[in-house]
Nanobody
């Protein structure tokens, strides 16, 4: 399976910015989509943003539209999440994930990186 390692999470002040990175390695048999998900304390996991192989198609949760930007560098097998205008409600463990083009769902997940936004 694909192995994913997230980095960049830390404590920040509300209104600040962070850039998360996720590096993929292992059995990437062909093209794949990548995405970011998060799970806040006491809440269920939710999708934050996804991006296609070419980077031409992106999707964002309504709660982050206009504030977050997802991008990828295929040469480095890395996906990024630029987070601006952070709110305390953004506090969560952020996970990256991979979906192979031939698969219907995201099947490989990282261990997560903690993002904490203070008010």
């Amino acid at each position: 399976q694909v192995q994913l390692v997230e980095s960049g999470g830390r404590l920040v002040q509300a209104g600040g910015s962070l850039r998360l990175s996720c590096a993929a390695s292992g059995r990437t048999f062909g093209y794949y989509h990548m995405g970011w998900f998060r799970q806040a304390p006491g809440k269920e996991r939710e999708s934050v943003a996804t991006i296609s192989w070419s980077g031409g198609t992106t999707y964002y949760a309504d709660s982050v539209k206009g504030r977050f930007t997802i991008s990828r560098d295929n040469a480095k097998n890395t996906v990024y999440l630029q987070m601006n205008s952070l709110k305390p409600e953004d506090t969560a463990v952020y996970y990256c994930a991979v979906r192979l083009i031939s698969e219907p769902d995201f099947g490989s997940w990282g261990q997560g990186t903690q993002v904490t936004v203070s008010s």
